[in-house]
């Protein structure tokens, strides 16, 4: 079954930075994976923050574009998601997220809390 641990959430102060890490039990230097970071608030959607391909092209939501980076050690199975700057409204859980294309398959990590503080 696919694993994916989140790690590095926690309390950061306002205008700081933050770098997540999600790591994947299965190799994902493939083109047949997609790895993604997402953010969901209570009582709101999901909300799609970046992508990842094989070969690191990568896309980032506008929201967050500008102060957010996507990046990935495929030796480590490993994404991680960097943001600066951050502000109180980024304060909620992040999620990793790999899609198999092939399968068609969606894999989800349990989520790490980011909470901003002044």
């Known amino acids: 079954q696919v694993r994916l641990v989140e790690s590095g959430g926690g309390l950061v102060q306002v205008g700081g930075s933050l770098r997540l890490s999600c790591a994947a039990s299965i190799t994902i230097d493939s083109m047949n994976i997609v790895m993604g970071w997402y953010r969901q608030a209570p009582g709101k959607p999901r909300e799609q923050l970046a992508t990842i391909y094989s070969h690191n092209d990568a896309d980032v939501a506008n929201p967050v574009k500008g102060r957010t980076t996507v990046s990935r050690d495929n030796a480590k199975n490993t994404v991680y998601l960097q943001m600066n700057n951050v502000k109180p409204e980024d304060t909620t859980v992040y999620y990793c997220?790999?899609?198999?294309?092939?399968?068609?398959?969606?894999?989800w990590g349990q989520g790490t809390q980011v909470t901003v503080s002044s």
């Open positions: 997220r790999l899609f198999y294309r092939t399968l068609s398959a969606d894999y």
